[in-house]
């Protein structure tokens, strides 16, 4: 079976804090994908990473950093110096042999 | 390159209806996926369509179907509609299923109340 699990329901952070949102997950496939969406207000589900289970390279992408540790089953995201319009639901997901699983999302307040 | 597109954007309808959203997949995609977004259970998957076949299937009554046409863009129906129903419906799309999603593009979603 297959889980995602972000422990996170609410953060807060105030302006050009750094913040890392949390994903834990659960696979028995050997091959699999890890993915992060945001979801703004208005409701569409934006890509930001995708990563394969054999690619434990860390990425960073202007503000944006994720940190893959297959050993703890962790796909975290950090946000550098955020800002308000980081504000938002981040979902981590994960994609296996079956169909795309979901953590239950991140609400992110970046407040001015 | 158009995105995923959903119709309508906004839906309100009564118990016991049934109704029909629409998908047009990102050109050259083969691949639809159906989620169900509500704040008590998240974004649950509906079911996936690959070259017009049902490739997967969550964990939904009979009353939520789907199909795919030759040209890629899907449908979703859901009769007898419920109160519980009501959610933000969002369709995603992917070049080639393959064994797994390698990459998803959603839709905006089409939110639907039932009253």
């Known amino acids: 079976a297959q889980k995602v699990t972000q422990a996170q329901t609410e953060i807060s952070v105030v302006e050009k804090e750094d913040v890392t949102l949390d994903c834990v997950y659960e696979?028995?496939?050997?091959?699999?994908?890890l993915f992060w969406y945001k979801q703004p207000p208005s409701g569409e589900l934006v890509f930001l990473i995708r990563r394969n289970s054999f690619d434990e390279q860390n990425e960073i992408s202007g503000r944006y950093s994720w940190n893959f540790q297959k050993s703890t089953s962790s796909f975290n995201f950090t946000i550098t110096a955020s800002q308000v319009v980081d504000s938002a639901v981040y979902f981590c997901a994960l994609s296996g042999e079956g169909d795309m699983r979901f953590g239950a999302g991140t609400r992110l307040t970046v407040k001015p | 390159k158009a995105g995923v597109t959903q119709t309508p954007r906004y839906l309100i309808k009564t118990r016991g209806q049934q109704v029909t959203l629409s998908c047009s997949p990102i050109s050259g995609h083969r691949s639809v996926s159906w989620y169900q977004q509500t704040p008590g259970q998240g974004l649950q998957f509906l079911f996936e369509y690959f070259s017009e076949t049902q490739r997967n299937k969550g964990n939904f009554p009979g009353r939520f179907s789907g199909r795919q046409f030759s040209n890629s863009r899907s449908e979703m129906n859901v009769s007898t509609l419920e109160l519980g129903d009501s959610a933000l419906y969002l369709c995603?799309?992917?070049?080639?299923?393959?064994?797994?999603?390698?990459?998803?593009?959603f839709g905006q979603g089409t939110r639907l109340t039932v009253v």
């Open positions: 696979t028995r496939d050997t091959t699999y994908y």
């Open positions: 995603a799309s992917s070049p080639d299923r393959g064994r797994m999603n390698t990459e998803a593009f």
